[in-house]
């Protein structure tokens, strides 16, 4: 792989686990660009960049490195998040997740990835397996067809996502007495999900292998066009008020998108470019900056363990304080102490923490022959 790519590579992964960390504390580096309104599909995007063609004929071989880069690992923290949460669950008295069963240890995490709260960022390791491996599957099956006609298959089935979403609403979602959403369908919520994403790969894919080296996308018209679509995009933006509904942000994992139709695939678009041109203008400058590059080499790490680190951070600060842990319980997972005082204190020590655990546990994993090979 170049050396160019790959450093661009990881400063791309670097920025979107950024943009995932900062998601869950609620603010934003590029206000424009709200969180959750685009950093998901661009993790997608990325891993259709790193898709090589050579794997249409090399099925085996590509499942084969999937299940050994991303389910081996996940499932491996899912065994320490049980061992984690029953503990917590012994210390305070409640316990963050599904209840325990072979069902939710092992299944739910194809259909939800929910089981444990702590983990629950890594429900995107199961669905990226999911996409990845039918995005494999579409493009051997696609390989003789014009890629305009591959562009317009996806296109079509990265806008038509959100129609389905909305069709399938009396499947997706089941709807107790007093008319609220409870329990989603898993079988059509990862439908819903896998065209949507299939899209972002296929994008990614096609910047790669079409555009890369051989058109300049960055120029300053370019730049003007996507301020001036964003300017429109934002006339649907709601996250000034809660009511207001999600607006340019959506909801990936539950397939959530509230009364928008295109509105999420267009910011998507425009905030993946966004990104790629942020790379692009600041590559002399952040290449050289080590911290930057261990972030974008441990994202899996950081997906994983930035909550845990979240609520680790609030359980040392309950205890300088003097308050009880029995508040904690009181909140959703991703709640922090004092947001106003504390949130970049969060983000800071939740970036460091949880990129250097990645570091060790790689380093351990060097060390340790029957799991070196994993």
């Known amino acids: 792989m170049d050396k160019v790519f790959s450093d661009k590579i990881n400063i791309l992964k670097a920025l979107a ?10 603010f934003r580096f590029f206000d424009m660009f709200p969180p959750y309104s685009f950093q998901l599909a661009l993790f997608f995007f990325i891993s259709g960049m790193l898709f090589k063609d050579k794997y249409l004929d090399k099925v085996g071989e590509f499942i084969k490195r999937r299940i050994k880069s991303l389910l081996v690992l996940y499932f491996l923290y899912s065994a320490f998040y049980c061992f984690v949460t029953v503990i917590i669950d ?3 008295g409640k316990f963050w997740g599904m209840e325990l069963s072979f069902k939710n240890f092992f299944i739910t995490p194809f259909l939800n990835g929910h089981q444990f709260d702590l983990s629950c960022p890594m429900w995107f390791v199961m669905q990226l397996f999911i996409t990845m491996i039918t995005f494999l599957f579409l493009q051997r099956q696609f390989r003789n067809l014009p890629e305009k006609i591959k562009f317009a298959i996806y296109t079509l089935m990265g806008f038509s996502a ?32 896998t065209i949507f994403s299939l899209f972002f790969v296929y994008l990614g894919h096609f910047y790669t292998t079409k555009i890369e080296g051989k058109y300049n996308i ?19 933006n709601r996250d000034f008020n809660p009511t207001h509904g999600i607006g ?8 959530r998108f509230d009364s928008q139709i295109i509105v999420p695939v267009l910011t998507s678009i425009t905030g993946i470019w966004f990104s790629l041109f942020f790379i692009h203008v600041t590559y ?24 845990f680190v979240m609520f680790i951070i609030t359980a040392i600060i309950f205890k300088i304080n003097g ?4 508040e904690r319980n009181l909140h959703n997972i991703y709640w922090i102490y004092n947001p106003i005082q504390n949130t ?12 250097y655990s990645g570091v060790v546990l790689k380093y351990i994993k060097s060390k340790i022959p029957i799991i070196k090979e994993l």
């Open 248 to 255: 340019l942000s959506y909801v990936l994992v539950w397939a």
């Open 344 to 355: 970049y204190l969060y983000f800071v020590l939740t970036m460091l923490i949880s990129t």
């Open 90 to 92: 012994k210390l305070t």
């Open 284 to 307: 002399d400058y952040l290449k050289d900056i080590k911290f930057i590059k261990t972030i974008g080499e441990n994202t899996y790490h950081i997906m994983a363990n930035h909550l």
């Open 17 to 26: 686990i950024i943009l995932v960390v900062s998601g869950h504390l609620e």
């Open 323 to 326: 308050i009880p842990f029995e």
């Open 162 to 193: 959100i129609p389905l979403s909305k069709m399938f609403t009396p499947i997706l979602f089941s709807i107790n007495n007093s008319n609220t959403l409870t329990t989603i369908n898993p079988v059509a919520l990862i439908l819903v999900r």
């Open 218 to 236: 960055f120029t300053p018209k370019i730049l003007a066009w996507v301020i001036c679509i964003q300017a429109i995009l934002w006339h649907f």
